[in-house]
């Protein structure tokens, strides 16, 4: 299926590894223009040139951090008006909320919250303008199915899901839609630091944590970049101008419910 978006222009946030990474790969192989944002030099710029070796696409780099003012500056100035926007930056820490002042608050809202909702104030009026956009939020799977610990997690993306909700139905009129990712278990840096983490406690093998949380999964796996980049190249794409306001769970059928 040719998605119809060659020659677009994209923002793709946290982008050096990961889902973000996997994101920009997906639109580039569509032929999509984008620029890639990440805080390290060394794998941002490593990533940029195997996403160009692979694909042929035009990727632009910017070394930042997107939940500042001055790093979404930078970014846009990089990337101009971009026709597709995907937010992403790193989650809060696990811990106790009774643990947590203001401050680990507004920087959970900050990342999580603000930063997705400034860049769509900077990029949706150029979209609606052109009658063309697709905005779409990595958030995660505990928006859904909260996870106790992460409470600053499924404070702060709640907040963005239920902003987005009522934004989405006033956009799409333009052609401008905007949806959210929820990613459960994926095989990224982040999954396996986290398996590392809980194995050095736990005083299991970081290859037998893994090989459990498999396990408990329906679908007996995690799941790949990949599965996530191109369910987002997707939601990007002209045909899914018909999809917006939705919440998107990609957990292997981890959560239960009937809907
Ligand atoms: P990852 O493999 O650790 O990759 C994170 C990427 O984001 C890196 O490129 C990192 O580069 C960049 N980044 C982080 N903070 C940034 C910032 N402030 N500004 C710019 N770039 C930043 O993580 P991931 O697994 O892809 O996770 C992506 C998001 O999905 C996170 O919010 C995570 O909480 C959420 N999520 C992931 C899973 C999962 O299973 N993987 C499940 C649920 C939710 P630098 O560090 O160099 O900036």
Known sequence: MDLAIAGRSALVCASSKGLGR?????????????????????????????????????????????TTAEGRAAALAVCGAPDILVTNAGGPK??????????????????????????????????????????????????KAPIDILGLSNGA??????FVAGLARKTVAHNVTINNLLPGPFETDRL??????????????QEDVLQERRAANPSGRFGTPAEFGDACAYLCSAQAGFITGQNLLMDGGNYPGTF
């Open 192 to 205: 396996r630091e986290t398996a590392r983490q809980w194995a050095s406690q736990s005083g299991k093998s």
């Open 22 to 66: 996997a994101c920009a790969l997906s639109l580039a192989r569509e032929g999509v223009a984008v620029t890639m944002v990440a805080r390290g030099e060394e794998a941002l710029h490593a990533a940029a040139d195997e996403i160009r070796r692979e694909t042929g696409a035009r990727i632009l780099t910017v070394t930042a951090d997107i």
């Open 94 to 143: 696990p811990g106790d909320f009774r643990q947590w002042e203001r401050e680990h608050w507004i920087a959970a809202l900050d990342a999580n919250m603000l930063t997705p909702i400034e860049l769509i104030k900077a990029t949706l009026d150029g979209m609606i303008a052109r009658r063309f956009g697709r905005i779409v939020n990595i958030t995660s799977g505990a928006v």
């Open 157 to 162: 993306r709640s907040g963005l899901t239920g």
